[in-house]
């Protein structure tokens, strides 16, 4: 996320806190409920380039965040829970589910324990080819490049271009406009022969950073035999869904994904989380195609709480991010509070286009 923005969306929280005007706003944008999102829970790293860090927040962090949500007048729930409650229409109370995406170790050494001490039910979703030790976690092998070198040669359209990131402005600033151009490109495929390229060029080891950094299928079959634990489906190889360019390979991606997690936990996963997951990686075909699929929900990352309505769209759901460049509670009580994010959609409560 670029810096700008970064800033734009602390200022508007900070408003919106400061002025208490997410209490005002709460009973028109509060909906009936909320789906938060989770990536990586581990000590802070001393790092000072470390552009994927919203990704993670500290187990201390989660732990206030679970403490909290214990204490008050909010059910947390699982999203089978969830799901009844939007087909019976029963939103008596408001409710909120957890959802950890893409299956890291650091969930089962600093986040477990704690869901587990609040028993709190929480829902993981796991992209099959990360426990098969076939992932590329391409975001973190950018990062790894980046930091390991000072210059980076790669080649962009047809030529062999040089960057400097010697500095730790250049590094960030050279993230972002690789992450960019990454994301930019047509199709999954190009995107990652080129961080393929990368990963060979300056020796990162993407079977090495997947080995080291996400659940074995021991693992998930230990998270999978507790009742307070969802196994969701995240397809195979964490695709961009937008960018594949038939249906055919969607589908495939997404139901592989389903079979391969019933075959090795024995249960059939009746929840999907799109890969990525904003409006630019998935969008009306891939929330067509797995309600066709028979999924019971299927959650993207477009910011937003839950209203009545969503029962109608119930595969392209938003999400609150719990995002670790804002790990504070006051942030999160503004977002949960729906405000920031009814800002954010334009006060449209569905964003499902
Ligand atoms: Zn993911």
Known sequence: MAELNKTI??????????????????PLVGGVGAILTLHHVRPPRSDSFQPTRPLEVTPAFLERLLLRLSRARIDVVSLDEMHQRFISGDFKRRFVCITFDDGYKDLMRWAYPLLKKYQLPFTLYVPTSFPDRLGELWWVALEAVIAQNSRIGMIINGKDQFFECGTLREKRELYDAIYGYLRSMKTEVELRRVVRDLCARYRVDLASLCRDLCMSWEEVAELAANPLVTIGAHTVNHMILKKVPNDSTVRAEIEMSRSVLEAALGKRPEHLAYPVGDATSAGPREFRIAAELGFKTAVTTRPGVLFKVHRDHMTALPRISVNGDF??????????????????????????A
């Open 327 to 352: 790990q504070q509670q006051r942030y999160l009580k503004v977002l949960m509070s729906g405000a920031a994010t009814a800002m954010w959609n334009g006060f449209r409560r569905v964003n499902a």
């Open 9 to 26: 969306i602390r200022t508007g929280l900070e408003t919106l806190y400061f002025s208490g005007m997410h209490h005002l706003m709460r």
